[in-house]
């Protein structure tokens, strides 16, 4: 049952929802736009559920047949468009958007279409819903729910109402599993400080058997780069590609201890670490490193990250940033 009071944070945006709403002032195409997990496609949702509701509130009624049949998934008027492949084509929009748009609503007071994963619509896919954005029937309503809104065409964006979603704060992501009840791991605050303020990140590492285990093998990882010899740095570069699959999780969690690393040179203990439990390893590396070589590392890692999600050679990617890493954290 999608509604507004189950969201946790946005209170501002789903307050200037309900006065545009209230004020009958409801745009024709938004973007719901943030991290993954944080809450978009809930606000969407909940947003189209209201805009359908016949009680004609600010908030659904969650009793009206409307209600029921967008929570059942059934909703004659509310389309929902995702893409079993990684590329959201122009036949997708034409046939789920375009000409389900050109017919008007089979009961209800709008036709509302929500694209999930919008940001991954080819060139040619936003091009097709283009026209329709720009001249919309009176009825029509499109919602793109998106991780990166820049990968939209600027034509796209300057025509939707774009609805960013700020990063929810560690409290807040807390709060939501101890009123939910989800609050039984005893890494649960590890867990949050990684989360980047989604929750449904938190979800996903409570939900796995090895996060911590990963952690802990990166960390190892990374004290075998500093202190053993250089013949040693292309047997951790064979044990990482035996964590293909894992491989970005990885580049990941050694960014953010370089990050750390970064941090508690420059400030001590603070609020912003994020490997709160690893305080004095991360104080000891830090004295062994100027600022310039932890830059540097960083540079190596993220460079790592663009390469292999641009389908770059594995192999050869994690050597370069092995040996670039071992050159400026040389212990």
Same mark, same amino acid.
């Given at each position: 049952?999608?509604?507004?009071?189950?969201?946790?944070?946005?209170?501002?945006?789903?307050?200037?929802?309900?006065?545009?709403?209230?004020?009958?002032?409801?745009?024709?195409?938004?973007?719901?736009?943030?991290?993954?997990?944080?809450?978009?496609?809930?606000?969407?949702?909940?947003?189209?559920?209201?805009?359908?509701?016949?009680?004609?509130?600010?908030?659904?009624?969650?009793?009206?047949?409307?209600?029921?049949?967008?929570?059942?998934?059934?909703?004659?008027?509310?389309?929902?468009?995702?893409?079993?492949?990684?590329?959201?084509?122009?036949?997708?929009?034409?046939?789920?958007?375009?000409?389900?748009?050109?017919?008007?609503?089979?009961?209800?007071?709008?036709?509302?279409?929500?694209?999930?994963?919008?940001?991954?619509?080819?060139?040619?896919?936003?091009?097709?819903?283009?026209?329709?954005?720009?001249?919309?029937?009176?009825?029509?309503?499109?919602? @793109?729910?998106?991780? %990166?809104?820049?990968?939209? !065409?600027?034509? #796209?964006?300057?025509?939707?109402?774009? &609805?960013?979603? +700020?990063?929810?704060?560690?409290?807040?992501?807390?709060?939501?599993?101890?009123?939910?009840?989800?609050?039984?791991?005893?890494?649960?605050?590890?867990?949050?400080?990684?989360?980047?303020?989604?929750?449904?990140?938190?979800?996903?590492?409570?939900?796995?058997?090895?996060?911590?285990?990963?952690?802990?093998?990166?960390?190892?990882?990374?004290?075998?780069?500093?202190?053993?010899?250089?013949?040693?740095?292309?047997?951790?570069?064979?044990?990482?590609?035996?964590?293909?699959?894992?491989?970005?999780?990885?580049?990941?969690?050694?960014?953010?201890?370089?990050?750390?690393?970064?941090?508690?040179?420059?400030?001590?203990?603070?609020?912003?670490?994020?490997?709160?439990?690893?305080?004095?390893?991360?104080?000891?590396?830090?004295?062994? @490193?100027?600022?310039? %070589?932890?830059?540097?590392? !960083?540079?190596? #890692?993220?460079?790592?990250?663009?390469? &292999?999600?641009? +389908?770059?050679?594995?192999?050869?990617?994690?050597?370069?940033?092995?040996?670039?890493?071992?050159?400026?954290?040389?212990?």
């Amino acid at each position: 049952m999608y509604s507004f009071e189950e969201i946790v944070g946005h209170k501002e945006i789903i307050e200037g929802l309900q006065q545009g709403i209230k004020s009958k002032k409801v745009s024709h195409s938004y973007i719901f736009d943030g991290i993954e997990g944080i809450g978009k496609k809930t606000l969407a949702y909940a947003y189209a559920k209201t805009l359908q509701c016949l009680k004609e509130g600010i908030s659904p009624c969650n009793e009206c047949i409307s209600c029921r049949s967008f929570d059942s998934g059934n909703h004659p008027d509310v389309f929902f468009i995702k893409s079993e492949k990684k590329n959201l084509g122009v036949d997708e929009i034409r046939e789920g958007i375009l000409k389900e748009m050109e017919i008007k609503p089979y009961k209800y007071k709008y036709k509302i279409f929500i694209v999930e994963n919008a940001d991954n619509m080819t060139v040619q896919a936003q091009n097709a819903l283009l026209k329709t954005i720009e001249e919309p029937p009176a009825y029509g309503i499109i919602i @793109l729910i998106s991780t %990166n809104y820049e990968q939209f !065409l600027p034509t #796209i964006i300057s025509r939707c109402s774009l &609805i960013k979603l +700020n990063l929810l704060k560690p409290e807040e992501v807390k709060a939501y599993f101890i009123n939910t009840n989800e609050f039984k791991d005893k890494n649960i605050d590890i867990y949050i400080s990684f989360s980047e303020g989604s929750i449904g990140k938190v979800k996903k590492m409570l939900e796995s058997e090895y996060f911590m285990d990963l952690r802990e093998k990166v960390i190892g990882w990374i004290q075998e780069i500093k202190n053993e010899d250089l013949i040693n740095i292309y047997k951790i570069q064979k044990e990482m590609e035996n964590y293909k699959e894992d491989i970005e999780l990885i580049l990941y969690l050694m960014y953010i201890w370089y990050r750390d690393v970064l941090l508690i040179k420059h400030v001590g203990d603070n609020s912003y670490i994020i490997n709160k439990d690893k305080v004095n390893i991360l104080l000891n590396h830090s004295m062994d @490193l100027s600022y310039n %070589n932890i830059d540097k590392v !960083l540079d190596a #890692i993220n460079n790592a990250r663009i390469q &292999i999600s641009k +389908n770059a050679n594995l192999r050869l990617t994690l050597e370069v940033m092995l040996l670039q890493i071992k050159e400026n954290d040389n212990g």
